[in-house]
């Protein structure tokens, strides 16, 4: 099967990992620290809290 030149199995992995690139990158960012001025902004309800682990708190 092809779509013009490019065969669809070729064009979805680029798709797909698109969608998971900006899926993730989104996730990363809005569990970074905030920007100035939005500190204090809501965290959407789909994005994951992920538990941010203090430096100080490492032993090695």
Not at 1 to 21: K, R, S
Not at 30 to 50: C, D, L, M
């Amino acid at each position: 099967m092809e779509l013009g030149n490019f065969p669809i199995a070729f064009t979805l992995v680029y798709v797909v990992g698109f969608v998971a690139a900006v899926t993730i990158g989104s996730i990363a960012w809005y569990n970074s620290k905030r920007p100035p001025g939005w500190e204090n902004a809501e965290r959407p309800n789909i994005v994951p809290k992920v538990p941010v682990e203090d430096e100080s708190s490492k032993q090695d």
